[in-house]
T-cell receptor
Framework: DTEVTQTPKHLVMGMTNKKSLKCEQHMGHRAMYWYKQKAKKPPELMFVYSYEKLSINESVPSRFSPECPNSSLLNLHLHALQPEDSALYLC???????????????FGAGTRLSVL | EDQVTQSPEALRLQEGESSSLNCSYT??????LFWYRQDPGKGPEFLFTLYSAGEEKEKERLKATLTKKESFLHITAPKPEDSATYLCAVLIPQGGSEKLVFGKGTKLTVNP
């Protein structure tokens, strides 16, 4: 089983709202990732958590705040977003981080976010 | 600068017409090359991973190969259900971790 579950599937929010995206995996993976994907573009890495610690932040604006409560869960807290933040947000997980030879990332179905 | 370039951007085939997609890369410290398939509105689906030049992997009508500078995804006798965007990505080190750098993808359409 290589399932990564993301909720909600769709989210519409205003620029003053606070919302959260959730991601869950039960594969025993110790690395989890957030990506942003705009239409007709490839996924762009936002954050990497390795063993529940933030290891990569790709200079993402502070209105996006990641959280990894435990090894199975990953959240992305959203606040004061802009319309240009509308995109498909993808979560992924993999067995480990640096040096792990078979570090395949498995993706969830994504959350389609619209900011009005 | 690490770069991944895929060609062509789009490809239309007739059912049964074999072809190849290309992924060329310029990276430091390659730790692996990955092929994913993505259907509209869905997350990428893992297909193959390749780690060393000369390596080949096969799955149904798909075969992936790797050289020191590029990878090919060969599609033999494609069917309409193979229509999707195919993404190539390289795994590179960053800080104490690793990250995937994606190419822009090839949108494949297979007509019946």
């Amino acid at each position: 089983d290589t399932e990564v579950t993301q909720t909600p599937k769709h989210l519409v929010m205003g620029m003053t709202n606070k919302k959260s995206l959730k991601c869950e995996q039960h594969m025993g993976h110790r690395a989890m990732y957030w990506y942003k994907q705009k239409a007709k573009k490839p996924p762009e890495l936002m954050f990497v958590y390795s063993y529940e610690k933030l290891s990569i932040n790709e200079s993402v604006p502070s209105r996006f705040s990641p959280e990894c409560p435990n090894s199975s869960l990953l959240n992305l807290h959203l606040h004061a977003l802009q319309p240009e933040d509308s995109a498909l947000y993808l979560c992924a997980s993999s067995q480990g981080s640096a040096g792990w030879a078979k570090n395949i990332q498995y993706f969830g179905a994504g959350t389609r976010l619209s900011v009005l | 600068e690490d770069q991944v370039t895929q060609s062509p951007e789009a490809l239309r085939l007739q059912e049964g017409e074999s072809s190849s997609l290309n992924c060329s890369y310029t990276v430091s410290g390659l730790r692996g090359l990955f092929w994913y398939r993505q259907d509209p509105g869905k997350g990428p689906e893992f297909l193959f991973t390749l780690y060393s030049a000369g390596e080949e992997k096969e799955k149904e009508r798909l075969k992936a190969t790797l050289t020191k500078k590029e990878s090919f995804l060969h599609i033999t006798a494609p069917k309409p259900e193979d229509s999707a965007t195919y993404l190539c990505a390289v795994l590179i080190p960053q800080g104490g971790s690793e990250k995937l750098v994606f190419g822009k993808g090839t949108k494949l359409t297979v007509n019946p």
